[in-house]
Structures are given as C-alpha cells and as structure tokens.
C-alpha cells in the first residue's frame, strides 16, 4: 500500500512539475 500511495505522489509530482514548466514558457512566450 505505502508503496502505492508513494507512486501516486511521484507521478502526480511529475505532472504538476510539468504543468509549471509549460505555464512558464507560455508567460515568457506571451511577454
């Protein structure tokens, strides 16, 4: 189970990493 939980964090991690990395290219493609 603990290593479940574990996996979901990463990956949700991951994406929210992600997300931030593309929201700032978009802020500095706009400026």
């Given at each position: 189970?603990?290593?479940?939980?574990?996996?979901?964090?990463?990956?949700?991690a991951i994406i929210?990493?992600?997300?931030?990395?593309?929201?700032?290219?978009?802020k500095s493609l706009?400026?």
């Amino acid at each position: 189970r603990s290593n479940l939980i574990l996996t979901e964090i990463k990956e949700h991690a991951i994406i929210y990493l992600v997300l931030r990395e593309s929201g700032e290219q978009l802020k500095s493609l706009k400026i």
